[in-house]
């Protein structure tokens, strides 16, 4: 008798422990993964920010070219006008697929890359935190 339950009582504890420990490495591949995602995808916003503004200077640039040259106006425009089109349907391409489906795509990637390079760590042991 007594030496069943005690035996009951192991099992449920290793359970429990085996429970715990999947659950701090959920933890932590999904704390990890959050980190490095907003990182990089901080990192690739501001550099699609940098590119617009940079996109934007441009067309002032070619605008105030227009305004100087004065010669052959329709094209001039036209020229300006295509310029802003192009370039702002690029930005609204990868605003949107970065926004969509990029987004949860890298998230995926993040979160193998994370998967693999934290085996090593132990959340239990503050020694290797």
Do not use: P
């Given at each position: ?18 429970q715990k420990q999947a659950l701090w490495h959920t933890i932590k591949i999904r704390n990890l993964t959050r980190i490095v995602a907003t990182v990089y995808s901080h990192t690739l916003l501001t550099m699609v ?81």
């Amino acid at each position: 008798g007594a030496e069943e339950e005690t035996t009951d009582d192991d099992d449920d504890n290793d359970e429990v422990a085996s429970q715990k420990q999947a659950l701090w490495h959920t933890i932590k591949i999904r704390n990890l993964t959050r980190i490095v995602a907003t990182v990089y995808s901080h990192t690739l916003l501001t550099m699609v920010m940098t590119v617009q503004v940079f996109l934007l200077g441009g067309t002032l640039y070619r605008q105030e070219e227009c305004r100087n040259i004065k010669r052959n106006g329709n094209v001039a425009s036209s020229l300006v006008e295509t310029y802003q089109e192009s370039h702002g349907a690029l930005l609204k391409e990868t605003y949107q697929g970065f926004l969509t489906s990029g987004m949860a795509t890298m998230l995926r990637m993040v979160e193998r890359a994370v998967t693999i390079s934290s085996q090593h760590l132990d959340v239990t042991d503050t020694t290797t935190m």
